[in-house]
T-cell receptor, first 113, second 109 residues
């Protein structure tokens, strides 16, 4: 069983479109995250949810909106996609924050044309 | 400017050699983690260090947390091709982790 899964694995779309990336974890964790990894492999946190409540919201354009329907899911919706949104997006989960191991999904490679 | 700077950024060595990767910051962290990421996959945790000066060993990998909890190092002895990957440090402040700039290691057979 996959601990943290993301769909789709690859996403190619045109500028201006709206798209969603889904994330599910079956580890029973109460904290989930979205990260963006750029072309230089730098991994930057975007959002963090704890028990379905937003606890971290970095300086991310409001075109990005996370949705957590329950503790096991954290989806990422992106409106009006721009070229600069092209990156690999990782979902992760942990049992808590700070001291706990983060389990990462396999990533979603988003390419905006 | 990133909160955690790693050096070197790229490292290519022959199998059997030793190497050290550094993770430096001017900020204090409550804990620090090291992850390894392979192409097409997400990062996987290697170790968590919590106490200043702490040293942890994982087979051929030795991790050290600086006394002031601002920096860390990863030393690999007798590197093997299976060690190839992107190594990321991540420091915890409050309820958030800040990832380092990454070190891409290639071990040539």
């Amino acid at each position: 069983d996959t601990a943290v899964s993301q769909t789709p694995k690859y996403l190619v779309t045109q500028m201006g479109n709206d798209k969603s990336i889904k994330c599910e974890q079956n580890l029973g964790h109460d904290t989930m995250y979205w990260y963006k990894q750029d072309s230089k492999k730098f991994l930057k946190i975007m959002f963090s949810y704890n028990n379905k409540e937003l606890i971290i919201n970095e300086t991310v354009p409001n075109r990005f909106s996370p949705k957590s329907p329950d503790k096991a899911h954290l989806n990422l919706h992106i409106n009006s996609l721009e070229l600069g949104d092209s990156a690999v997006y990782f979902c992760a989960s942990s049992h808590g924050t700070s001291l706990y191991e983060q389990f990462f999904g396999p990533g979603t490679r988003l390419t905006v044309l | 400017t990133q909160l955690l700077e790693q050096s070197p950024q790229f490292l290519s060595i022959q199998e059997g050699e030793n190497l050290t990767v550094y993770c430096n910051s001017s900020s204090v962290f409550s804990s620090l983690q090291w992850y390894r990421q392979e192409p097409g996959e997400g990062p996987v945790l290697l170790v968590t260090v919590v106490t200043g000066g702490e040293v942890k060993k994982l087979k051929r990998l030795t991790f050290q947390f600086g006394d002031a909890r601002k920096d860390s190092s990863l030393h690999i002895t007798a590197a093997q091709p299976g060690d190839t990957g992107l190594y990321l440090c991540a420091g915890a402040r409050g309820n958030q982790f800040y990832f380092g700039t990454g070190t891409s290691l290639t071990v040539i057979p």
